[in-house]
Each structure stands twice: as C-alpha cells, then as structure tokens.
C-alpha cells in the first residue's frame, strides 16, 4: 500500500532529530514559519514527496516554469544554543483525501523514523473567524510532558474545543504510534488570508522552546509575495465563475 | 487488501461471547448507550483499531491532549444473571466511504470471529425528524429467531421502511455472511442533538433481552459532556464560515 | 484488484447463453423488468455478488428482516420457442464511484464469460423528464448487425444525444473488450418514479426480439409495492431534512 | 499499482518522437486542435487506454453505436521540413479524481517513455471567463530553454498566474521525472463554450515551432459537430433536472 513516491537526492546522517511539520493550512501560518526557518537557517533539501492524492495540477512561477505538487524534506545541523538538528517538512500541498492524508503520513513518518526521530513540532494556524489584534499561539501535545513545556512558554493550552483537521493532527497521533512525542503550535489567525502575524508568532515561540535566534523581518515581505500570487489566480478563477454555470462546466470535463 | 491496523493490547480468551456494536452515529444514541455500558460493567480495552478512512484530524481533550480517530474493542466477562461475556465495538468515528466502511467492517469480523461470536446486537438511532415525548425503540434482524426475541421485549419492528445506512445495517448483513445472527436495536430519537434519552431507551432494552442491570443515572451527564465539547467546536467553526466564503477556504487548500 | 466478492451458490453448465443485465436505474425501468422476468420464467439464482462500493446500507423488508446489498445472477435455460438460455444479473443497488462501476462490472464479465456468453441485452430507462404518454423503446448497440435487429423490431435508434450511465452502458462497452456483442434497450420514462409502463414496453420488445411469451399483468403491482417502500422511506427522510441542517448533521457524524 | 489497461493495436519504432498530448479540457481547445491534426496529418493510432477512473458511462455516436470511455494513442511520421515524428495522445475523458489523473499519467509516460520521448508539447485552453477577441496563445513550460523557444515565436508566457489543473500540467511536471522536457500551450478562451478560433490559435503556433504546414478551414467545422452532440446531450438533462428534484434522482440511484 505504499504508493507515495520518495526521490531521495541526499542520503543524510543527523545525530536525533527533531521533527518539524509545517504544511499549507489555515492562513498559512505554518508554511509561511518554516519556509522562513529555511531560508533563514539556511536548511538543505534532502528528498522529494509525490503523492497520487496531491491535486492534479502545477503551478506555474514568475518565469513560466511549471512547479510539481510537492512535499520536501529539509535537514539543518547545529542550530542555535543548544546545537539541536531539525529535520523540517514543507510542501505546496497536502493531500486531498482522508486516505490520502493517512498515507501519506505514514509513509513520511517510516521514512524518517530511522534518522532517530523522537519529538515532533507540527506548526499551524488556528482559525478564529475574526479579526485578531495580536495574535496568541495555543499548543495542543500528545502527553502531559509537552503540555508543560508549552505552558512554561506561555502558550495556550487547548482544552475540548473541537479538533485539529489535517497534517498538524495527523503527524501527532500518528508520531505517537510511531514512539514519538510531541507538540503542535497554533497561531490565531482569522483564517481567510494569508498571515504573516500569525506565523511569526508561532516562529517566536518555536524559537524560544527550541532556542535559537530567527530574525522575522523578511516574513512580511514572504506573505506578500504569496498574496500577490494568490490573488491573481483569484481574480482569474472569479471571472470564469461569473460566466459559466456549474452544468456548463461539467459538461466540458466529462464529453469530449 | 486488508488496510485496516488493529493493534492488539491483550490476547483474550472468552466462551461464546455476545458483540455489541455502537459507533457513533444518529443522535449519538448507539455510542452513548455502549460508552456507558463499558463504565458502568468495567470493561477491559484490548483492541484498538485505525483505517486510512477515518477523518483526518485529531480532537483536542481537556488538559490539551491529541486523541486519534479511533474504533476500539472492549471485553466483559459473565454479566448478569446469565454469565454472558460481551465484546463491545465503541468509537469516536466510522469509516467516510462505502469502501471505508465495508473494509473496517469486514477486517473487524474478521478479527472477532475466531473469539467465537454467533450473535450480535448493533445499536443505533432511528430519526424522527420531531420532537420525541417517549422514545421508543425499535428492532430490525437477520432472520425470524431475533424477531420474535425483540417482539418478546415489546421492541417495535421496522417494516419496509427504508434502510439502516452505516455500521449498525453493515455489521448485520455482513455478520450474516460470517455465520452471525443478530438484531439491530434504534432508539427514536429527533436526531438533530446528542439524545440521552433515546440511549436509555435502547440500554435498557438491551439489558432486558440480556439479562443483565445497569445503572441509567450518570446518562445524561455523559450527553451533557458530549453536548459541551461539540457546541464549543460549533461555534469556533460557525465564526469562521460567517466570514470565509467556500472560495477562500479552497484556495487556502491547494496553494502553497 | 479483483476485491468484488462473488458468492457462487451453483456451479452451472448452460449452452450459449444470452445475458440480461437490469441494474437499478432511471425510472426503476430494467429493474423492474428483469425481476419480472426472473419470477414469471421461474429462473434460478446461482451467484450472489457483493462490492465494497455499493452503499454502505441495508434495506429492512416488511419483516423487519435486514437484506444486504447484492447483485445476483440467475439463470433460466430453453425459454421460447428457440429453446434460449439466460443469465440474468439483477440487484438492488449499483456501484457508487466510477471505479466500482468499472470494476465490478469487469468481474462480473470475467466470472460469467467461460459460460460461453457472447451476446448481451441491457434493459434500462431513458429518462425524458417530462410526461409520456406511450413510452417508446430506444436502442443502441455495440455495431450495426445488432442495430439492424433493433430496426426490424421497430426500435427507435438513439443518435448522437449524449451518453448512456451506468450499468447498462458500461456493461456493452466493456463486453466488447471480452468479445461480446450486443445492445440496450431503454424505455422512455419521465424518470422521476418507478415506472411499470416503460418496464413493460422494454419487456415486449426484449420477447418478441429473443421469441419468448410473458404475461406482463402483474407488472404494475410489482411497480406499486416498490413505491410504497419508496415513500415511506422518502417521508422519513424528508421529515429530518426540514429539522436538521446539514451542518448538525456533519457533526454527527464526525465527532463522537 | 498499475491498473489502467493499455490495448496495444501495434507495435511500432519511431526514432525520437515528440510527444503531444490533447485531452479534453477548458473549451475543448486542446482536443479540438489534436482531433485536427491527426485527420489533417494521417496519423495512425497504436493504442487505446483504458482507466476505472474514467466516468462510467458510454457515448452514442450517430449510428446508435456505443463508444466506450478511451485515450487513444497515435503516431504520424516525417512531418513538415524537419521530417519529425509526433506521439499523439487524444481522447474522449479525463480521469475523474485525483488518483486517477495521476495514475492514468504515469502509466502512460511509462508506456511510452521507451519510444524514446524526450520532448512534449501539452495542448489547452486558458480561460478568461469573458469574450475574448482574437485568442492570444499562452505558455508555460519545463525549463528555461523551452520558454525561450515560447518567446521566439510570440508566445505569451504566464506568469505567477496560479495554476495549470489537469492532463495539460501533470505530463509536464511528471514528464520532467520520467527525464523529459516541454511546454503547454493554452489558448485564450472563454472557456464556456466549445472554440475553435483558440484551437486553430494554439494549432498554428504548435505547427510553426515544429515546422509543419496544417490546413485549418475544417476546424471550425469539427467544433460544430461537437457543438451539436453537446446541445442535445443538454437539453436532455436540462429537461429532467427540471422535473427531478435531487432527492428523487438519490432514491432511483440507491434503493431497489
């Protein structure tokens, strides 16, 4: 059943890992930190992730070239005081369906269980619908351990109010299967544009925990970047919208 | 094709024991019914059970704590004034697919057979739509033997009048090819809320055919906890769809 | 990939036989007919087939008594007066999602083709979404001896005006690919109830093209009980549509 | 994993072709456009593919006779001045999910990698969601020695304009894994209705980048005929949805 396929461009050796998830999700709060860590820490990209589940589609950058669906696996050694190496996953996507989101999950967590990995952070947003005026991060853990870690952060703890939907739930609960422990950071965001508050509340307190120094400055600017991007695809898919019905639509993808 | 992982906690061995299923589902009856079963007779976990179709998140308990979408077996020995042994299905999730669900069903008999089972009890709720005064339960078997046992009990039977759609009609029919009888038992309920009541209604029925008492007092405060955890994930979720259109959401799904 | 389970009750040895398919569909019309011809010739079941797509579901009769899911074959052997033999597969459901059509349907012929079949019929309705006042029979075919058949029996020849779902379509297309030949016959119906009419009229034309006499008189009763069955289901339905929002529902389902 | 069928017509050895790929999509421009260049040009087909993700259903051409669901590929040889020789990939669908689309695309660049296909061209339509006057054509592509083979011959070429969904971008971005390079093509379009004018567009840029005359005044020709299939299709269901509500057609799918 393992049909995600993994291009390994670099066979690593890292001394125990810690393992940092960070997804497309709400508000991209959690792309947009560890996109930052890795430029910022300067990561190297160590493999490839292609899923049949990822969406059927490219993306097409500034210059033209078609980008594939992807997920990435990244490795940076010694970072900040206490010399710790990251293992970090970022991606374009996440997979589609629940099947395809479990798969995937696993696959990843088999494939990098061997580098030593026993504690994960999985970076997200959490949506409040409205404005935020400072963003707080709240953490959810798999065990009591991680809680007081994150208390001794002053990051809220969630308590019964829902669940956490995708990657960031997912690698938790499935990490602990996997004899890994650990926490996922939240940070408040309304949820419906891309926030680089959000994200740099997360990335401030991931920084603290994990203790290392990340200058946020160019975060604003990688928001904005996305935004354009987005917006312009928007605008595009807006004005095909008003024009043609859902029937008409359908019909053009099913008869030829 | 078996995807479906059942991590074993305790190898069992039990004489001729009686399944009870009751995943989540119409008024939370089933679940309802079986979670208070298991505290009330102090049933012992000995399986837990994962599916790539499970919904790909986690929920978040009091103290913070991630909890897997999971379907676990629970066992009890010699209740009431029969000596019975029961195995007990509970969960916080079915299967989202058809496939999903005929694979989750099909490896947990699987699984349960060689125990020794022949009859089962899949306990459910049967939507109203209104408001209910007394809820009644109502039955639905494999043959004509469970039947006449639940006309025995004054349980109303359901005659040509639609379908049970999930696992309580699944596990049923598909018993039956594995050489299972059995009886579905629903509790009327408006189906629109968590129906403590209704739970009652069948627990009581179930205690009855089987021969066993349980104690109904701490029901409704269980609904009253369910109640509480999901009208707090509600509200977060109603907050954000005020402001989010389908649109917005999308797009923060696929783009990176 | 083969995962439809094909329960054989009799090993049956038939002389070239012709095959019937009659799936559910629009206006119930192939169904209802072929279940008629089942009871009317006195045909034999001799398999029992079972696919994690169909709905995950059991219907309850008007004994309380719950009844899976299936597709059957039966067969019946010199009908006529040219002494023809038939498979027949019937059933109360059809696959959900493209690959279960694909897939069962492709089991199916890989199971019943060492019979010797090379000859096909699909009975079905073409739905007009309007009132009809006398339902004309519309054929198409896998090449032009099997449309010349259809003219000389007065069928009306479908011409260039979209496509054929389901089953029926499926079932000729890819009986090709196993060597088969043959054609669909559909009634017109409005499409919006079980319609004994069209049933009827596919019925005739189906006899007097493979030479055989049926008493259509019990049709319309056949037809009747169907949509008493129907209805109360759909008044059950309806009533907890107009309480519960989809959105109360979701959460029943997901959250337990 | 491998589960679409590939019927090899003829085994063929053709040095170095170019790879063009057509699949029905946004106006069917790109169809349109491969459909002219196979009459135009003669070419042979060598293969038909079929997928379980493809829509269950069969089309009726004008004779009554059933089509089944299909890509098709073709070879031309010793085309224009440059005498090269063209792969063509056509077809009447899609696949419908995900998996499908990916799957069925790996299949097929595995299929024909060993033909030794170093080059692609993918064909589609761009859609504006409004009136477009005279279509320009668009590009994007795997490298930047593609793009500037685009800019050479006036091309448009995207950019940071969101994404390429479908067949058109998947053989690129996995064309580039299985060691290939290449472009697509859009045609501005409305993207609501069948064109030919963004067809003939993308045709005459695609036949002055690889250098061969094509005669285009059956073109619009051929997206009337399609025009006309379509309509009726469409009336049909127009029809019926009027009559249907969507409960009744769930009831006619689901319950025997």
Same mark, same amino acid.
């Given at each position: 059943?393992?049909?995600?396929?993994?291009?390994?461009?670099?066979?690593?050796?890292?001394?125990?890992?810690?393992?940092?998830?960070?997804?497309?999700?709400?508000?991209?709060?959690?792309?947009?930190?560890?996109?930052?860590?890795?430029?910022?820490?300067?990561?190297?990209?160590?493999?490839?992730?292609?899923?049949?589940?990822?969406?059927?589609?490219?993306?097409?950058?500034?210059? !033209? *070239? /078609?980008?594939?669906?992807?997920?990435? #696996?990244?490795?940076? &050694?010694?970072? $900040?005081?206490?010399?710790?190496?990251?293992?970090?996953?970022?991606?374009?996507?996440?997979?589609?369906?629940?099947?395809?989101?479990?798969?995937?999950?696993?696959?990843?967590?088999?494939?990098?269980?061997?580098?030593?990995?026993?504690?994960?952070?999985?970076?997200?947003?959490?949506?409040?619908?409205?404005?935020?005026?400072?963003?707080?991060?709240?953490?959810?853990?798999?065990?009591?351990?991680?809680?007081?870690?994150?208390?001794?952060?002053?990051?809220?703890?969630?308590?019964?109010?829902? !669940? *956490? /939907?995708?990657?960031?739930?997912?690698? #938790?609960?499935?990490? &602990?299967?996997? $004899?890994?422990?650990?926490?996922?950071?939240?940070?408040?965001?309304?949820?419906?544009?891309?926030?680089?508050?959000?994200?740099?509340?997360?990335?401030?307190?991931?920084?603290?925990?994990?203790?290392?120094?990340?200058?946020?400055?160019?975060?604003?600017?990688?928001?904005?970047?996305?935004?354009?991007?987005?917006?312009?695809?928007?605008?595009?898919?807006?004005?095909?919208?008003?024009?043609?019905?859902?029937?008409?639509?359908?019909?053009?993808?099913?008869?030829?």
């Amino acid at each position: 059943m393992k049909i995600t396929e993994i291009n390994i461009l670099e066979e690593i050796e890292i001394e125990n890992p810690i393992f940092i998830e960070a997804l497309p999700g709400i508000g991209h709060v959690g792309k947009l930190a560890a996109d930052h860590i890795i430029d910022e820490l300067n990561a190297t990209k160590f493999a490839e992730i292609y899923s049949p589940n990822f969406p059927p589609q490219v993306f097409v950058d500034e210059d !033209g *070239i /078609v980008a594939s669906m992807v997920n990435e #696996l990244y490795y940076v &050694k010694e970072v $900040g005081s206490d010399k710790l190496n990251f293992i970090i996953l970022v991606g374009n996507t996440q997979g589609l369906s629940p099947e395809g989101q479990y798969g995937i999950c696993r696959d990843i967590l088999e494939f990098i269980k061997p580098l030593g990995i026993e504690k994960i952070y999985t970076l997200g947003g959490m949506a409040t619908g409205q404005p935020v005026e400072t963003p707080s991060v709240y953490g959810a853990a798999t065990d009591n351990d991680n809680i007081d870690i994150l208390k001794e952060h002053n990051i809220k703890i969630r308590s019964n109010d829902g !669940g *956490i /939907v995708g990657a960031s739930g997912l690698f #938790l609960s499935m990490g &602990k299967r996997f $004899g890994m422990n650990g926490s996922c950071l939240m940070g408040e965001t309304p949820g419906y544009f891309i926030d680089a508050e959000a994200a740099e509340a997360v990335l401030l307190k991931l920084s603290e925990i994990l203790n290392f120094d990340i200058n946020t400055d160019k975060l604003e600017e990688r928001a904005e970047e996305t935004r354009e991007m987005l917006s312009k695809a928007q605008q595009m898919e807006q004005d095909l919208m008003n024009k043609a019905t859902n029937k008409d639509r359908d019909d053009l993808r099913y008869i030829g």
